[in-house]
């Protein structure tokens, strides 16, 4: 009846709940203040959450998996982690 979920799995998920509640306030705090440069400083906050939740859950996820693949498997997880990093950053 009642199944057991991983600790990574529990800890990945809590934090994308966490991450969805901060996405559904941003979006709450926008249509409140009804001003488009209010809005894009919310929004901008938003950005600097994303790839802090990415890494987190991802590394969450490694955790997990460490017993079952080797480290150089994990280096190049967190190496194309770093290249989604580097591709979005705006300058």
Do not use: H
């Amino acid at each position: 009846m009642f199944q057991y979920l991983e600790k990574a799995i529990m800890g990945m998920a809590f934090l994308r709940v966490i991450s969805g509640s901060l996405e559904i306030f941003a979006a709450i705090l926008i249509l409140k203040y009804n001003d488009v440069e209010k809005a894009l400083v919310v929004n901008s906050s938003l950005a600097l959450i994303g790839p802090i939740i990415l890494i987190a859950t991802t590394t969450i996820g490694l955790f997990g998996l460490a017993e079952k693949i080797s480290l150089k498997k994990i280096a190049w997880i967190f190496g194309g982690v770093a290249c989604i990093l580097y591709g979005v950053k705006s300058n």
